[in-house]
């Protein structure tokens, strides 16, 4: 006859699979009855959580004859509390035990008194395989574990096995404290197994890894001075995927990542610096790419060498660093090794390729304080720049592919150099995919066009179907369609524009005077400007509606699309005068009323009209040259 399952304890096993058991057969469940955990009840769980001394003494039977004057004290036990061996084994409903809980909340004297009471609580693991000094050492709570050792050693009890228990995440207790920062729980852990130090967890991480990573530079010590007299494996610094903890202390980029560096050097002076990751990259491949010079120059000191070890991909640390566009620490490099950028990667690139390819393109700064560090760095980039790599490439040529004009610009400035090969630079740049012709305006590819031509003097290539190829990669004929649709839309905002400002030089702000028909406000060199402002609108506006007019009778695409863009220069001034008149026109109408209000609305509507230019490196000498004017009447009216 089948037995009916209890709902309950269906409930509970859906609930709570590491606790309730499956059920067996009905001898076994009744051998087994006495090692059943039950659920911890309300009151225990209360108790243990805020330390209630008295109401743990009679649900767990503990020894309080330290404490006479609970002994005065009766509490009411619920009718269905469960006896004091019961409560002793009961766990919460994530596997903890009252040892636990109170570990958890730092009740060392309530802790010690029921390891007294049943010491095998210590031994026992949570459902995340945590056993009470975990607990005690994620929270910091070094009384807690400083007392419990004390009271195992008086009572002839072992935790060597105990201290070296690991969770679900292969996480000693040691581990715990060293991630939370906690170092007084961390010296009393090691003080008691300094084995402890070379337990690693599930991703190979040695305390001492997780002191250094986090930045506890007095825990570091702490283990530090634990390990200087005893013999050291690999496990006491490991760290995941290969690092160690000097990898994590150059990571740092500070003062005390320094520190802590200095100390392993001095803790392991042999192998530490050459030990690689799985990608292979040591120490100062980590140090290079924060671009920490001290803590190159560091580990260059101890160990010249590091200088000529790559990694995985060939790339040494002066790479990295050009890379990153750390030059101080190629600087460094350079001063401990001056043959390092001689060093070529396996597609053949020296640091100069990287540093096109990179995300620097600034010699000026490097050049002078190379200078005042005595290295000839121009010395060393006149000559890296000649070198080729495995396609061909000097490191111009990976500039103007890259499309960066402002990296070319600065080769030539130091070079002035001319590079020929199969493909030159400024064939590069034409047949470029890269984000510089894709994205950016023909005005934009055009100038590092030019610089390539006027600065450097370069040349195409002798091949003759390249000379038609780059002309169409540069300038692509567009279609009839979206031709005409420009010359539209341009003469349509033009047109508007014109008759826009026509009307405002015949309306100003103020008025004319009722006598002679000047305007009121003529004397006013704000004024002035807004009248400026307004022709220069006008008359771009006029040409530019003018010129399309012509520009409509030519029926070549490429002749059309190359003098849309002078119509398009106009259009640009005009809109932007017309916004700026706007402006002092707005100015001029609120001084009287509100000076300070007047400047904030001047203000917001010209860097409404001058947006576009703000943030570029590269102004135009048009755009400068069409402020030039607005400048000096703006200073002479607020001078006046």
Same mark, same amino acid.
């Given at each position: 006859?089948?037995?009916?399952?209890?709902?309950?304890?269906?409930?509970?096993?859906?609930?709570?699979?590491?606790?309730?058991?499956?059920?067996?057969?009905?001898?076994?469940?009744?051998?087994?009855?006495?090692?059943?955990?039950?659920?911890?009840?309300?009151?225990?769980?209360?108790?243990?959580?805020?330390?209630?001394?008295?109401?743990?003494?009679?649900?767990?039977?503990?020894?309080?004859?330290?404490?006479?004057?609970?002994?005065?004290?009766?509490?009411?036990?619920?009718?269905?509390?469960?006896?004091?061996?019961?409560?002793?084994?009961?766990?919460?409903?994530?596997?903890?035990?009252?040892? $636990?809980?109170?570990?958890?909340?730092?009740?060392?004297?309530?802790?010690?008194?029921?390891?007294?009471?049943?010491?095998?609580?210590?031994?026992?693991?949570?459902?995340?395989?945590?056993?009470?000094?975990?607990?005690?050492?994620?929270?910091?709570?070094?009384?807690?574990?400083?007392?419990?050792?004390?009271?195992?050693?008086?009572?002839? $009890?072992?935790?060597?096995?105990?201290?070296?228990?690991?969770?679900?995440?292969?996480?000693?207790?040691?581990?715990?404290?060293?991630?939370?920062?906690?170092?007084?729980?961390?010296?009393?852990?090691?003080?008691?197994?300094?084995?402890?130090?070379?337990?690693?967890?599930?991703?190979?991480?040695?305390?001492?890894?997780?002191?250094?990573?986090?930045? $506890?530079?007095?825990?570091?010590?702490?283990?530090?001075?634990?390990?200087?007299?005893?013999?050291?494996?690999?496990?006491?610094?490991?760290?995941?995927?290969?690092?160690?903890?000097? $990898?994590?202390?150059?990571?740092?980029?500070?003062?005390?990542?320094?520190?802590?560096?200095?100390?392993?050097?001095?803790?392991?002076?042999?192998?530490?610096?050459?030990?690689?990751?799985?990608?292979?990259?040591?120490?100062?491949?980590?140090?290079?790419?924060?671009?920490?010079?001290?803590?190159?120059?560091?580990?260059?000191?101890?160990?010249?060498?590091?200088?000529?070890?790559?990694?995985?991909?060939?790339?040494?640390?002066?790479?990295?660093?050009?890379?990153?566009?750390?030059?101080?620490?190629?600087?460094?490099?350079?001063?401990?090794?001056?043959?390092?950028?001689?060093?070529?990667?396996?597609?053949?690139?020296?640091?100069?390729?990287?540093?096109?390819?990179?995300?620097?393109?600034?010699?000026?700064?490097?050049?002078?304080?190379?200078?005042?560090?005595?290295?000839?760095?121009?010395?060393?980039?006149?000559?890296?720049?000649?070198?080729?790599?495995?396609?061909?490439?000097?490191?111009?040529?990976?500039?103007?592919?890259?499309?960066?004009?402002?990296?070319?610009?600065?080769?030539?400035?130091?070079?002035?150099?001319?590079?020929?090969?199969?493909?030159?630079?400024?064939?590069?740049?034409?047949?470029?995919?890269?984000?510089?012709?894709?994205?950016?305006?023909?005005?934009?590819?055009?100038?590092?066009?030019?610089?390539?031509?006027?600065?450097?003097?370069?040349?195409?290539?002798?091949?003759?179907?390249?000379?038609?190829?780059?002309?169409?990669?540069?300038?692509?004929?567009?279609?009839?369609?979206?031709?005409?649709?420009?010359?539209?839309?341009?003469?349509?905002?033009?047109?508007?524009?014109?008759?826009?400002?026509?009307?405002?030089?015949?309306?100003?702000?103020?008025?004319?005077?009722?006598?002679?028909?000047?305007?009121?406000?003529?004397?006013?060199?704000?004024?002035?400007?807004?009248?400026?402002?307004?022709?220069?609108?006008?008359?771009?506006?006029?040409?530019?509606?003018?010129?399309?007019?012509?520009?409509?009778?030519?029926?070549?695409?490429?002749?059309?699309?190359?003098?849309?863009?002078?119509?398009?220069?106009?259009?640009?001034?005009?809109?932007?005068?017309?916004?700026?008149?706007?402006?002092?026109?707005?100015?001029?109408?609120?001084?009287?009323?509100?000076?300070?209000?007047?400047?904030?609305?001047?203000?917001?509507?010209?860097?409404?009209?001058?947006?576009?230019?703000?943030?570029?490196?590269?102004?135009?000498?048009?755009?400068?040259?069409?402020?030039?004017?607005?400048?000096?009447?703006?200073?002479?009216?607020?001078?006046?």
């Amino acid at each position: 006859m089948s037995s009916v399952a209890d709902p309950q304890q269906i409930e509970d096993s859906i609930l709570f699979p590491e606790i309730i058991k499956p059920s067996r057969g009905k001898e076994e469940a009744q051998a087994d009855k006495s090692f059943q955990p039950t659920f911890m009840c309300k009151e225990l769980l209360e108790a243990a959580i805020n330390g209630r001394k008295n109401t743990l003494t009679q649900l767990l039977g503990l020894d309080v004859r330290e404490s006479p004057d609970s002994a005065h004290v009766t509490i009411e036990a619920p009718d269905n509390s469960l006896n004091q061996a019961e409560n002793l084994q009961s766990r919460t409903r994530t596997g903890n035990t009252v040892l $636990h809980m109170l570990a958890s909340n730092g009740h060392s004297e309530l802790a010690v008194k029921t390891y007294i009471k049943d010491k095998s609580l210590l031994e026992v693991c949570n459902n995340t395989e945590e056993t009470a000094l975990h607990c005690a050492a994620r929270y910091g709570h070094s009384s807690v574990i400083s007392e419990l050792i004390d009271k195992a050693h008086e009572l002839d $009890h072992d935790l060597k096995d105990t201290l070296r228990k690991k969770n679900r995440h292969g996480e000693t207790a040691l581990h715990e404290a060293a991630r939370h920062g906690h170092t007084t729980t961390v010296q009393a852990l090691i003080t008691e197994d300094p084995e402890l130090a070379d337990q690693v967890n599930k991703n190979d991480e040695s305390p001492l890894y997780l002191a250094t990573v986090e930045g $506890h530079v007095a825990m570091f010590q702490l283990f530090v001075q634990h390990l200087c007299h005893r013999e050291i494996t690999s496990a006491y610094y490991s760290g995941p995927k290969g690092t160690t903890a000097l $990898h994590a202390a150059a990571l740092r980029s500070n003062k005390q990542g320094l520190e802590m560096a200095n100390e392993l050097l001095k803790l392991e002076p042999g192998t530490l610096t050459k030990i690689a990751d799985i990608f292979g990259s040591t120490p100062l491949h980590y140090a290079t790419s924060t671009g920490d010079a001290r803590m190159a120059r560091k580990l260059l000191n101890h160990d010249a060498s590091l200088a000529y070890c790559d990694d995985s991909r060939g790339l040494f640390p002066i790479h990295v660093a050009a890379y990153m566009g750390h030059w101080e620490t190629v600087i460094t490099i350079l001063e401990n090794n001056f043959d390092s950028w001689e060093l070529l990667d396996q597609r053949g690139r020296n640091f100069l390729h990287l540093v096109a390819e990179g995300k620097s393109t600034i010699i000026y700064y490097p050049l002078f304080y190379s200078y005042a560090r005595g290295i000839n760095l121009e010395e060393v980039l006149r000559k890296a720049i000649f070198v080729r790599d495995n396609e061909g490439n000097t490191p111009l040529h990976i500039a103007a592919r890259c499309g960066k004009g402002w990296a070319v610009r600065d080769f030539f400035f130091v070079f002035k150099g001319w590079f020929r090969s199969a493909l030159t630079s400024l064939d590069n740049l034409a047949l470029s995919n890269s984000k510089v012709v894709t994205t950016e305006s023909y005005e934009e590819i055009y100038q590092h066009y030019e610089t390539l031509q006027e600065l450097g003097k370069a040349e195409r290539s002798p091949q003759r179907w390249l000379l038609s190829y780059t002309i169409n990669k540069l300038y692509p004929v567009e279609s009839s369609d979206t031709l005409a649709w420009k010359v539209q839309t341009i003469a349509l905002g033009s047109v508007l524009i014109a008759t826009v400002t026509f009307a405002a030089a015949f309306t100003p702000p103020g008025g004319f005077n009722s006598g002679d028909g000047t305007p009121v406000l003529g004397r006013k060199y704000v004024f002035r400007a807004f009248i400026l402002a307004d022709v220069v609108a006008f008359a771009s506006s006029f040409y530019c509606t003018f010129y399309l007019i012509i520009l409509g009778a030519n029926k070549s695409g490429r002749y059309l699309q190359e003098q849309l863009y002078w119509t398009q220069y106009l259009f640009m001034i005009a809109s932007i005068s017309m916004g700026l008149a706007f402006a002092l026109g707005l100015y001029v109408a609120l001084a009287p009323l509100s000076k300070g209000f007047s400047i904030f609305v001047l203000v917001v509507a010209l860097l409404a009209a001058i947006r576009r230019f703000m943030f570029r490196r590269n102004i135009p000498l048009w755009v400068l040259g069409w402020a030039a004017p607005f400048i000096t009447v703006f200073l002479l009216a607020f001078i006046k």
